[in-house]
């Protein structure tokens, strides 16, 4: 069974910097498209960042240039580095992965999903 587990999560002020990770267990192919959402209490869970299996990476225009997602095979750990983070940046961070070779638009074709960590980003 493959598990996704996110940590980092936490509080942080305006302008500050987090890393998000996922570690993923049980999986015997690094076939898997690997992505970021996100989701507040009163809107739809939003796509943050993706990587496709060939390290092609993409982002919401909303983190564009302050969000990096990353990748460390040896250790089967997905990353979100964020910086100048920002008040709107707060909500519940989710990794999810899918058996593709480039990662879907529509959320609900991602298969594999995390617990979620939560960022809070303080004006």
């Known amino acids: 069974e493959i598990q996704l587990v996110e940590s980092g999560g936490g509080s942080v002020p305006a302008g500050g910097s987090l890393r998000l990770s996922c570690a993923v267990s049980g999986a015997t192919s690094t076939s898997y498209c690997m992505a970021w959402f996100r989701k507040t209490v009163d809107q739809e869970r939003e796509g943050v960042a993706t990587?496709?299996?060939?390290?092609?990476?993409n982002y919401a225009e909303s983190v564009n240039g302050r969000f990096t997602i990353s990748q460390v095979s040896a250790n089967h750990t997905l990353y979100l580095q964020m910086a100048s983070l920002k008040p709107e940046d707060t909500a519940t961070y989710y990794c999810?992965?899918?058996?593709?070779?480039?990662?879907?638009?529509?959320?609900?074709?991602?298969?594999?999903w995390g617990q979620g960590t939560q960022v809070n980003v303080s004006s």
């Open positions: 999810a992965g899918v058996r593709f070779w480039q990662c879907p638009a529509r959320t609900d074709q991602y298969r594999l």
């Open positions: 990587m496709d299996v060939d390290g092609t990476t």
